[in-house]
């Protein structure tokens, strides 16, 4: 496709288990975010990679949370025992090269209950 | 640590008034700047993007500043018309590390334009 896509678009869980979201960025795009939005807030940062290494994970919450990037191009987030908290919308975005015009994608709801 | 702040929380205006939307950082060492818009339910949308030595960008009847030195933006819509009406966010990309195009994001602006 030509934009970001992100799956599932809506995950309801139960509290303590494990979930994992998928990002398929935008072809050739090197750069890949995955941000966390709360009803009424802006987004905020999680994890930065740059092709296939994590450049950046200072915005992981906690050790229950990962992402991977093997091939550089689809990103996995894992989130283990999950928790009422992590309730929010996980947003992916790429770009080319990490300082150019960032391309999202719709989102994953995800709903712990 | 970089902060966003965006101005007001919330606007409501009539139809074909010009608008502005005022955003603030703290830390004047960024890459460059954007305005996203976003729709209830949906991701973001790049609407404008500046970088750091330029002072403003236009796109239609958006029209985007940025003073640096003084950590401001502010996005101005000329003729507003209730299609306009969404959140818009605020967001800069901090210069130096290795976290190039990492964004710190205000709260946004939920825009309301009614007929």
């Known amino acids: 496709g030509a934009g970001v896509s992100q799956t599932p678009s809506n995950k309801v869980t139960e509290k303590g288990k494990y979930v994992e979201l998928r990002c398929d960025p935008i072809?050739?795009?090197?750069?890949l975010y995955w941000y966390r939005q709360s009803l009424g807030q802006g987004p905020e940062f999680l994890i930065y990679?740059?092709?296939?290494?994590?450049?950046?994970d200072s915005g992981l919450p906690n050790d229950r949370f990962f992402a991977v990037r093997p091939e550089g191009s689809v990103s996995t987030l894992k989130i283990q025992r999950t928790e009422r908290g992590d309730s929010a919308v996980y947003l992916c975005?790429?770009?080319?090269?990490?300082?150019?015009?960032?391309?999202f994608g719709q989102g994953t709801r995800l709903t712990v209950v | 640590k970089q902060e966003v702040t965006q101005i007001p929380a919330a606007l409501s205006v009539p139809e074909g008034e010009n608008l502005v939307l005022n955003c603030s950082f703290t830390?004047?060492?960024?890459?460059?700047l954007q305005w996203f818009r976003q729709d209830p339910g949906k991701g973001l949308t790049s609407l404008l993007l500046?970088?750091?030595?330029?002072r403003e960008q236009t796109s239609g009847r958006l029209n985007a500043s940025l003073d640096k030195s003084s950590g401001r933006s502010t996005l101005y819509i000329a003729a507003s018309q209730p299609g306009d009406s969404a959140t818009y966010l605020c967001?800069?990309?901090?210069?130096?590390?290795?976290?190039?195009?990492?964004?710190?994001f205000g709260q946004g602006t939920i825009l309301t334009v009614h007929p």
């Open positions: 975005a790429s770009s080319w090269r990490g300082t150019q015009k960032a391309f």
């Open positions: 072809s050739g795009h090197t750069a």
């Open positions: 990679f740059q092709g296939t290494g994590a450049a950046d």
């Open positions: 830390d004047s060492a960024i890459y460059n």
């Open positions: 500046i970088q750091s030595s330029q």
């Open positions: 967001a800069v990309s901090d210069a130096g590390g290795t976290s190039y195009g990492k964004l710190t």
